[in-house]
């Protein structure tokens, strides 16, 4: 089930439960892990708190998380499926364009949505108005570390369970950190409680 306001999250488990569990040191390691894992880095373990990864550990708190369910539709019309455990972004923060899907806190290591929680059933989008100067996409930027980039005119921010959109010019996609290629339509779809983590108790 997903968290809700003032519930603890997950459950203590002994070593023995987490023997099978892929040790993830990248976000897409967690989202493809069909055992379980270990965060050890990547955004989702900045958004968990996790600053260095225990070797051994004698208990381990267990948490679900919910994972990003995208569809692609790249320019030649071909249909990709891919699934994401932190973020997925379309176009370039520089210039055009830009969208951020996020179910995590921290994007790049940078705390962009920072009341963001990896399993609450939703995630945060993040719209950058095509027309925004590079000068003023900066000093949003510089203002992340304060959690004061938003709002702004041209920044649009929401939360949702569902996100679909279509580009008349094909966009640079990035999942997870890595690059997949460019798409002109997308279809981004929550999944509760999909997998499962763990962090030294």
Partial sequence: MTIHKGEEWGTIVGSSQ??????????????????????????????????????????WRRLPLDLLHVCLVGPDGTTTELTSAAWISFGRPGWGSYTLVANTSFVRGRRVFPRSHPNDGRFEILE?????????????????????????????????????????????????????????????RIRPDSTFTHIAA
Avoid at 36 to 57: F, K, M, N, W
């Fill in 18 to 59: 987490v023997s099978a569990c892929t040790r993830a040191t990248t976000d897409h390691q967690v989202a493809t892990a069909n055992s379980g894992s270990i965060v050890e880095a990547g955004d989702l373990a900045a958004t968990l708190g996790v600053t260095s990864a225990p070797a051994t550990s004698s208990s």
């Fill in 128 to 188: 950058v108005d095509r027309n925004m100067t590079v000068r003023q996409r900066i000093a949003a930027l510089r203002r992340l570390p304060r959690d004061a980039h938003i709002p702004h005119p041209q920044i649009h921010v929401r939360t949702a369970t569902e996100f679909d959109r279509e580009w008349s010019t094909p966009l640079r996609v990035v999942v997870d950190g890595e690059r997949r290629g460019s798409a002109r339509a997308v279809s981004v």
